[in-house]
């Protein structure tokens, strides 16, 4: 059965459409707001700017995390900055413009108006955040100041030194506890959604498991909001932190949410290279440190192993300045990532096995002084000297790509509901608003939009259109749902095999980085195809997991997560493999042009690959959702 | 190289703990202090003996779950570094490592290295926040404010929340963690309205969750990975006399523990 997919775009011009819409939808008077309960999944930028707000609107709001507090969702790891469209610097910025970056950034396979909505909001985001005492970078005059970022040509990156990711969600944490201590937000940590419920086709509660008691709860609410982040940890080794899984969102693709462009993953160009088997993750250096460093490889493969001092400027090749010069060391990450690939492929990598590429910062040094780049980047250097045991202001840092974000994620309308009525999805667990390749500082402008602007108008439209029966937990679905959640929990506790849960996420981690990473091909994959589905089979009958299921259980939390990830790695696949052209970081080697460069194919691809879970066994079902560009003409993207 | 870890093992909260012995072979210097406990664990797994479980999340330094008593130091032997960002080439081939739980009565143990910091979050909703419901801002640039205030602020707002500060000291106080938040907020003009009433709102609560009082040693700056200075407990102390001594009226915000 097919899908009926309807976008819900409000009609009219595209700069009029978010406030004709704003003003079209019902709204739940304050009185009647408070008889309504809301569940938010997730406490980073776009759960946690959710919960707060819509307590402030008077909502009753459940939240839940995994972590042992709000704070530490892994929002707080965003390091460079977000994106407005305030144009202080002068420099020729407007919300047109932000909306034009971000769609030719995303190469042209997202959805028009709800871009525009987000460059809108932008600027209010700014405006909340320094209310709330964010303390963002500021000039002498006491004005906010701004940096560059990768894909575009203005400054419009607000940023708190390095850390504005971390101070971001703290000021929606803040937010948060204050709700929480008012009583507008019940909060529930270390818990974990292993099940979405629903009653009558409707998203009405989620099943969850204390992780410190074990206990599996029933929870019931009139919608819900998945804020869960990404499923960059499909391939083991990411930036992501090590908690970050697929489990909440491919629940709901179970219950019937249709699962957009999984295939859709973003390789970060700049990250310290694995050092050896025993890595456990990987760790991003900010994009912003390409403001002022170089990226090169010697020009000769003979010269890789020596110390890069030794080898003389006319031997270096600055490959990004070189192939996109209007860029240069700003192009945008699918690009700067695969031009990095190309070069190691080229055997011309630096470091351990050859994977890695030169950011040096010699140049800025001289022209800023040392003190200038320490001030923008100190915290970086010592991240780097710390884990390399290498002095990046002496020595050029060595870099390598690797997965960082999933711009892929749970189909979205422009309400951001997803095709389970009542079931909202914001943040990166959404797919709506990146395309094929999301641009630096843009992960926190939308997790923080979908949160404080967006969510709380649209829901109440929901909420206030549909008439909804009082559910409690003791409602027939809840109780099957509860007992599929335990019985899975028992199975995983009863298997004892020879295996460790994480030699299975490894192994799988290997498949798909392979075959469904920076470059992909159809007989890579064919072959995971193959691959993914053995290893599940092995995994169900020869994992181990210890303990029992009472009290804290870290062995058995990662095998819940794995295990759907071994699930999910084939959909990705499926979805690489069916989109035979490439765009932004979905590289197909057969699509190419003859310098090397992503051939898209609008005819038969400019939609959104709308995934439905058929069921157990059985093929997903491909629904499309075609992008119409009304106010972009579709173009080669090029950034030469 | 080879190592010696003594661990900490206790399987719940309220239940007796004790320490265990493990060998650890093989080590290798590149690796972080949670991938070393990463390999033990693997070895424990197969083994059939239950992994060894320890907070861990973002192993960037940024999330503030980690935090281990390593060798009697929370977060280990270096400066200005959580444990996860702590790597191996910090010790040598035949160590013996002692690693146990953050100990403080306002952190009980939930299991082995993990502790219940949920006290931290408490004394966050007493006051550690500004009052900007969404939608309420002005425009960003209306409010200018000097590099130095916003460094200073930022400074003390680079506060993770793992607790290194409350382990390290003698009386297992909170004041680090809590002077940080009411200096980042209080620095700010945005920060003023609520100033007097934060203060003694924070304050109140935690000495209500049993945190121990403050009496400048010193060891929490010393053990702060992200370099929180002890001026802000000179400042939490300004504003908690100031509002002392103006009666602001603040038990209806601490609740109670």
């Known amino acids: 059965m097919a899908l009926k997919l309807d976008a819900k775009i409000p009609s009219g011009p595209l700069a009029e459409k978010w406030d004709k819409h704003r003003f079209e939808m019902k709204l739940v008077n304050p009185a009647n707001k408070r008889k309504y309960s809301i569940i938010v999944v997730g406490s980073g930028l776009a759960g946690a700017s959710a919960a707060a707000t819509l307590s402030e609107l008077g909502y009753n709001v459940s939240c839940f995390c995994y972590q042992d507090s709000p704070r530490r969702a892994h929002s707080i790891a965003a390091q460079g900055g977000i994106n407005a469209a305030k144009n202080y610097r002068n420099d020729g910025d407007s919300v047109q413009r932000l909306f034009y970056d971000t769609i030719k950034g995303g190469d042209f396979r997202a959805r028009e108006a709800n871009v525009y909505r987000l460059a809108q909001v932008s600027v209010n985001i700014i405006d909340q955040c320094v209310a ?10 006491g004005l906010l100041a701004n940096r560059s970022f990768g894909g575009a040509q203005v400054s419009r990156t607000f940023y708190a030194r390095g850390q504005t990711g971390q101070q971001l969600l703290i000021g929606a944490y803040q937010a948060l506890e204050k709700e929480i201590a008012r009583g507008g937000v019940r909060m529930y940590e270390r818990h974990e959604m292993l099940e979405l419920v629903l009653v009558d086709g409707k998203a009405r509660g989620i099943i969850v498991r204390d992780m410190v008691t074990g206990e599996i709860e029933s929870h019931a609410a009139d919608a819900v909001i998945l804020a869960t982040g990404g499923y960059g940890n499909v391939f083991y080794l990411s930036t992501n932190a090590k908690g970050c899984n697929v489990t909440a969102a491919y629940r709901a693709y179970k219950k019937g949410a249709a699962f957009g462009n999984p295939c859709f993953t973003q390789i970060h160009p700049t990250c310290i290279p694995v050092a050896g088997d025993h890595q456990s993750k990987l760790t991003l250096m900010s994009e912003s440190l390409r403001n002022d460093g170089r990226v090169w490889v010697p020009k000769k493969a003979e010269d890789c192993g020596k110390e890069p001092s030794q080898i003389a400027e006319a031997d270096r090749d600055y490959y990004l300045e070189r192939k996109y010069p209007s860029f240069g060391n700003l192009s945008p990450r699918d690009i700067a990532s695969r031009a990095a690939k190309e070069a190691c492929d080229d055997g011309r990598g630096v470091g351990p096995g050859g994977r890695g590429v030169y950011l040096d910062f010699a140049d800025a040094i001289k022209r800023l002084g040392r003190q200038a780049i320490e001030e923008r980047y100190g915290n970086l250097f010592e991240m780097y000297q710390r884990i390399t045991d290498e002095d990046p202001y002496t020595r050029p840092m ?6 960082h974000y999933t711009m892929g994620g ?29 641009l630096g500082a843009s992960a926190l402008m939308q997790g923080l939009a979908d949160g404080y602007f967006v969510i709380p108008y649209t829901i109440g439209d929901y909420l206030a259109s549909n008439k909804l029966e009082k559910v409690t937990v003791d409602h027939p679905e809840f109780t099957a749902a509860k007992e599929a959640v335990e019985q899975r929990t028992r199975r995983f506790l009863s298997i004892n095999g020879t295996r460790t849960v994480d030699s299975f996420h490894r192994e799988l981690g290997k498949i798909m980085w392979e075959k469904c990473g920076m470059a ?8 995971a195809l193959v691959e993914i589905p053995r290893l599940r089979e092995e995994f169900w009958r020869n994992v181990r997991v210890l303990g029992t299921g009472e009290g804290l259980n870290q062995s058995l939390e990662k095998a819940g997560r794995v295990a759907d990830f071994l699930e999910f790695g084939e959909l990705m696949c499926l979805d690489a493999l069916h989109r035979e052209e490439s765009c932004g970081g979905h590289f197909r080697s057969e699509h190419q042009t003859e310098d090397g460069e992503a051939k898209r194919n609008d005819e038969r691809f400019a939609y959104v690959a709308a995934w439905e879970y058929a069921g157990e066994g059985k093929a997903p079902i491909l629904n499309k959702e075609p992008l119409a560009f009304e106010n972009v003409h579709l173009s080669t993207r090029s950034y030469k | 190289m080879n190592l010696t870890l003594h661990v900490w093992r206790q399987p719940a909260p309220g239940q007796p703990g004790r320490i265990v012995d493990y060998p650890a072979p093989d080590i290798s210097p590149d690796m972080s202090f949670l991938e070393m406990l990463d390999v033990v664990n693997e070895r424990l797994i197969e083994r059939g003996e239950e992994p060894i479980a320890f907070d861990h999340d973002c192993r960037e330094g940024i999330c503030g779950s980690c935090g281990l008593m390593i060798n009697g130091a929370a977060h280990g032997p270096m400066k200005l570094t959580t444990a996860c960002q702590l790597h191996m080439r910090s010790f040598k081939d035949g160590d013996e490592i002692w690693i146990e739980p953050w100990r403080a009565k306002a952190f009980p143990v939930v299991k082995d290295l993990i502790v219940d910091r949920s006290a931290f979050d408490r004394i966050i909703q007493a006051g550690g926040y500004i009052s900007a419901p969404t939608g309420t801002a002005q425009d960003a640039n209306a409010l200018p404010i000097g590099k130095p205030e916003a460094d200073w602020a930022m400074d003390n707002a680079a506060c993770i929340g793992c607790g290194a500060c409350v382990a390290a000291c003698p009386n297992a106080s909170a004041s680090l963690f809590t002077a940080a938040k009411i200096t980042h907020l209080g620095a700010l003009p945005q920060g003023q309205p609520e100033r007097m009433r934060r203060a003694l709102a924070m304050v109140d609560r935690m000495d209500l969750e049993g945190f121990g009082g403050c009496t400048l040693f010193g060891e929490c700056q010393e053990a702060c990975p992200k370099g929180i200075s002890i001026d802000a407990i000179m400042q939490m102390n300004r504003d908690y006399v100031l509002a002392s001594a103006t009666k602001v009226e603040a038990k209806e915000w601490s609740g109670s523990a």
Do not use: C
């Not at chain 1, 060595?398 to 997965?403: E, L, N």
């Open chain 1, 520 to 527: 992909r091909d159809e007989a890579g994959l064919k072959q």
């Open chain 1, 398 to 403: 060595r870099i390598y790509p690797a997965v």
């Open chain 1, 410 to 438: 749970l189909w979205v309308d422009y309400n951001l509901m997803s095709t389970i009525p009542g079931l909202h999805v914001l943040g990166e667990a959404n797919f709506s608003d990146h395309g094929a390749n999301r």
């Open chain 1, 132 to 141: 709330q005492g964010v303390p963002f970078a500021r000039e002498y005059g």
